[in-house]
């Protein structure tokens, strides 16, 4: 198995709405199938206009009450409850269900890496944006490679923020090894690996979280693996989750 390669993307400009990632991640690389891009999600973001000035928002009684409890700005807080499905936590920040599955602190709104005043939301259906950016590059290149769209993440149990995929396409979220056996011949019954999720948090290492200007990643030689797209908990498995609305004021 030959070495896997990986090597942030630079030079790519500041993004603004209407610019075309894929276009212009292809402009710098050059693919082979199998190969796997990592963009993070807050220039798909940008290029794509999910983003939002604070001025033109008007905060609920909620968001105001939120904004005090937590020391932020309500209209900040108001656009984190609109990109909400579901309110998890209330303090000392908002944890949230975001409508396609994802739970994340203050919905993964963003204020870093985008002019003063203005907000970035995650993109409203992360799955689709990565099918779409596979798409693209593949009418460019005639290669077929995979795309996962990241996050900065934190975790539960643990100090520190890594990346987190939020959607991908060209491949499974979940390399399954159920059913495997381990060196000594053990049958493996629970280890699904989270794929994705290990290599957008190998991604967000190379891009760095301020002002390195490395927004996308990419990856060859990685070896292929078979799986399922269950990434996310179901409402009934997720014991977390059903503890934490539970705490939570309605
Ligand atoms: P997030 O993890 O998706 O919230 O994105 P971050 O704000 O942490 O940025 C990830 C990487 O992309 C960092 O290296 C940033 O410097 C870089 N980055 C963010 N916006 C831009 C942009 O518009 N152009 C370029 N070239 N890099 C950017
Ligand atoms: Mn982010
Ligand atoms: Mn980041």
């Known amino acids: 198995m030959e070495n896997i390669i990986v090597t942030g993307i630079r030079g790519l400009p500041l993004i603004k709405k209407g610019d075309n990632i894929a276009a212009l991640i292809?402009?710098?690389?050059?693919?082979?199938?199998?190969?796997?891009?990592?963009?993070?999600?807050?220039?798909?973001s940008k290029a794509e206009g999910h983003t939002r000035a604070l001025s033109g928002i008007k905060p609920t009684e909620r968001a105001t009450r939120l904004g005090k409890l937590n020391g932020e700005d309500p209209r900040f807080v108001q656009a984190v409850l609109d990109a909400s499905k579901d309110i998890l936590l209330e303090q000392p920040f908002i944890m949230s269900e975001l409508p396609w599955g994802h739970i994340g602190v203050r919905a993964g709104v963003d204020q870093s890496n985008i002019d003063d005043g203005m907000v970035i939301f995650l993109p409203p259906d992360p799955m689709k944006a990565a099918k779409d950016v596979r798409e693209r590059i593949e009418q460019i290149t005639k290669k077929k490679v995979g795309v996962i769209i990241t996050d900065t993440c934190g975790r539960s149990f643990r100090r520190g923020q890594t990346g987190h995929a939020i959607g991908w396409s060209g491949f499974t979220a979940i390399?399954?090894?159920?059913?495997?056996?381990?060196?000594?011949?053990?049958?493996?019954?629970?280890?699904?690996?989270?794929?994705?999720?290990?290599?957008?948090?190998?991604?967000?290492?190379?891009?760095?979280?301020?002002?390195?200007?490395?927004?996308?990643?990419?990856?060859?030689?990685?070896?292929?693996?078979?799986?399922?797209d269950n990434l996310y908990f179901s409402a009934a498995e997720d014991i977390t989750r059903r503890l934490l609305k539970a705490q939570c004021p309605k």
Do not use: Q
Not at 33 to 41: C, E, F, P, V, Y
């Open 175 to 228: 390399r399954d090894f159920r059913g495997d056996t381990d060196l000594f011949g053990h049958e493996l019954k629970i280890t699904e690996e989270a794929v994705v999720d290990e290599i957008a948090g190998f991604a967000n290492f190379v891009m760095g979280e301020s002002n390195n200007g490395v927004p996308a990643v990419h990856f060859r030689n990685c070896p292929k693996w078979t799986g399922h």
């Open 26 to 44: 292809c402009e710098k690389v050059s693919m082979e199938d199998g190969d796997i891009i990592s963009i993070a999600s807050t220039v798909y």
